[in-house]
């Protein structure tokens, strides 16, 4: 899976996307669980949408992701903002190094991105290393709902003059996977002419009670599992599955 160019277009493609209610959750959820502490460690940070934005909201983010380009991208945005956000390239399933935070944070479906029950496992087994006793981990993820019924055999496209792009998703070869092939054509303006650039990306998830499990087993409490950025348990149609879990005491 690259992201070489896909970086460089992230933003526009998801500038529809709800970071503000992932904020509106997180704060919320803090505030239930009576959490006090502002540091907090973005896991899969991307483009550092979400880092800046807890950042302005006063807490001490620390960013990591996997892609050099995604980190140019949220690098150059956080100093455009004036906020001092360190940034790191690493693999969350083999975090290391970071000391522990009050807080963190796996957001929008990244965990979906490890390609095996091993990565998961072993992402979990690194946020409890790098939480202070009793601190929270969220994250969402896709239900198997979604990955199944909207997005595997389906095809989505865009048509803009300095963009365009078809996006068609083909079923994985293990159980609730989903591979995306997507195809850029990006206006470039001194030319007149379009550059295409190709993509392969690769997304997993598992049931509820899966994850549950493997949380339980790394040494978290499950807080809650909701859905859909609203206060319900999940239900057989509901998209992204959100989990709290508190790490036990030692």
Same mark, same amino acid.
């Given at each position: 899976?690259?992201?070489?160019?896909?970086?460089?277009?992230?933003d526009?493609?998801?500038?529809?996307?709800?970071y503000?209610?992932?904020?509106?959750?997180?704060?919320?959820?803090?505030?239930?669980?009576?959490?006090? =502490?502002?540091?907090?460690?973005?896991?899969?940070c =991307?483009t550092?949408?979400?880092?800046v934005?807890?950042?302005?909201?006063?807490?001490?983010?620390?960013?990591v992701?996997?892609?050099?380009?995604?980190?140019?991208?949220?690098?150059?945005?956080?100093?455009?903002? %004036?906020?001092?956000?360190?940034?790191?390239?690493?693999?969350?399933?083999?975090?290391?190094?970071? %000391?522990?935070?009050?807080?963190?944070?796996?957001?929008?479906d990244?965990?979906?991105?490890?390609?095996?029950?091993?990565?998961v496992?072993?992402?979990?087994?690194?946020?409890?290393?790098?939480?202070?006793?009793? =601190?929270?981990l969220?994250?969402?993820?896709h239900?198997?709902?979604?990955?199944?019924?909207?997005?595997?055999?389906?095809?989505?496209?865009?048509?803009?003059?300095?963009?365009?792009?078809i996006?068609?998703?083909f079923?994985?070869?293990l159980p609730?996977?989903?591979e995306?092939?997507?195809?850029?054509?990006?206006l470039?303006?001194?030319?007149?002419?379009?550059?295409?650039f190709?993509?392969?990306?690769?997304?997993?998830?598992y049931?509820?009670?899966?994850?549950?499990?493997?949380?339980?087993?790394a040494?978290?409490?499950?807080?809650?599992?909701?859905?859909?950025?609203?206060?319900?348990?999940?239900q057989?149609?509901?998209?992204?599955?959100f989990?709290i879990?508190?790490?036990?005491?030692?």
């Amino acid at each position: 899976m690259s992201y070489e160019q896909f970086a460089y277009l992230y933003d526009e493609l998801m500038q529809d996307a709800p970071y503000d209610e992932w904020v509106r959750f997180v704060k919320e959820k803090l505030d239930k669980y009576q959490v006090d =502490g502002k540091s907090l460690l973005d896991l899969a940070c =991307g483009t550092g949408e979400l880092s800046v934005r807890f950042a302005k909201e006063g807490f001490s983010v620390t960013g990591v992701d996997l892609s050099a380009d995604m980190l140019a991208v949220a690098q150059a945005k956080a100093q455009e903002e %004036g906020l001092n956000i360190p940034f790191f390239e690493q693999d969350m399933a083999n975090l290391e190094g970071h %000391g522990e935070f009050d807080i963190i944070g796996i957001f929008c479906d990244s965990l979906n991105y490890l390609k095996s029950d091993l990565d998961v496992i072993h992402t979990f087994s690194c946020a409890l290393e790098h939480l202070k006793d009793s =601190g929270i981990l969220f994250f969402d993820v896709h239900s198997t709902y979604k990955i199944s019924q909207l997005f595997i055999d389906q095809t989505f496209t865009m048509a803009e003059d300095h963009l365009s792009y078809i996006w068609n998703s083909f079923a994985g070869e293990l159980p609730n996977s989903v591979e995306h092939e997507l195809s850029f054509f990006v206006l470039d303006e001194q030319t007149g002419k379009y550059d295409r650039f190709d993509e392969l990306h690769y997304q997993r998830t598992y049931s509820v009670q899966q994850y549950s499990a493997w949380l339980e087993q790394a040494g978290f409490e499950i807080l809650e599992v909701s859905a859909d950025f609203q206060p319900t348990d999940p239900q057989p149609n509901s998209e992204r599955i959100f989990f709290i879990a508190r790490k036990k005491p030692s």
